[in-house]
T-cell receptor, first 112, second 113 residues
Framework: QKEVEQDPGPLSVPEGAIVSLNCTYS??????FMWYRQYSRKGPELLMY????GNKEDGRFTAQVDKSSKYISLFIRDSQPSDSATYLC????????????FGTGTQLKVEL | GAVVSQHPSWVICKSGTSVKIECRSL??????MFWYRQFPKQSLMLMAT?????????EQGVEKDKFLINHASLTLSTLTVTSAHPEDSSFYIC?????????FGSGTRLTVV
């Protein structure tokens, strides 16, 4: 079993839809949770960073963490074609050498 | 925000030659730099962690003599792929920890012919 599980997709949605991306994890030591967006042949770009259970909102993006269920989500409202990319969840914990553990990434396509 | 500049963005080299990839933190000091490798449609695989002024720590299965990492200053880390072979062709990405997460370079696509 991988430490972090993420559905690879691809996920195709119409423009304007609400997108839900999810990751589950098995290591209860994880404390810090991140979502990255990666366009083809580019480095990942940080979208959201959170370290507590609950919701965090930034513009069209909402990150949700449920530590009791070991489940994190990223919601994208009013999705745009420019949101088409691969979304990676990542997590780390103090004492883990600051190393990030990534999900496999979900490929998202927002169609006109 | 914090920016990590990575060069070159792409490189083609002949088998047996060495290639150096540079990552610079432009507006902050990167005490620790992480080097990743990414295959098509796969996630990032951590290769090594480098700390300024000390030897890099390599992940299991990564050949330290093949992938030389130098982190001589707080703003520059380099990865040298020595005696490159076609199987080393991949996308290499560096990353540094910042106050609100991790910042990644734009990646280097290496093709060994």
């Amino acid at each position: 079993q991988k430490e972090v599980e993420q559905d690879p997709g691809p996920l195709s949605v119409p423009e304007g839809a609400i997108v839900s991306l999810n990751c589950t994890y098995s290591n209860s030591a994880f404390q810090y949770f991140m979502w990255y967006r990666q366009y083809s042949r580019k480095g990942p770009e940080l979208l959201m960073y959170t370290y507590s259970s609950g919701n965090k909102e930034d513009g069209r993006f909402t990150a949700q963490v449920d530590k009791s269920s070991k489940y994190i989500s990223l919601f994208i409202r009013d999705s745009q074609p420019s949101d088409s990319a691969t979304y990676l969840c990542a997590m780390s914990f103090t004492g883990g050498g600051n190393k990030l553990t990534f999900g496999t990434g979900t490929q998202l396509k927002v169609e006109l | 925000g914090a920016v990590v500049s990575q060069h070159p963005s792409w490189v083609i080299c002949k088998s047996g030659t060495s290639v150096k990839i540079e990552c610079r933190s432009l507006d902050f000091q990167a005490t620790t730099m992480f080097w990743y490798r990414q295959f098509p449609k796969q996630s990032l695989m951590l290769m090594a962690t480098s700390n300024e002024g000390s030897k890099a720590t390599y992940e299991q299965g990564v050949e330290k003599d093949k992938f030389l990492i130098n982190h001589a200053s707080l703003t520059l880390s380099t990865l040298t792929v020595t005696s490159a072979h076609p199987e080393d062709s991949s996308f290499y990405i560096c990353s540094a920890k910042t106050g609100d997460g991790y910042t990644f370079g734009s990646g280097t696509r290496l093709t060994v012919v």
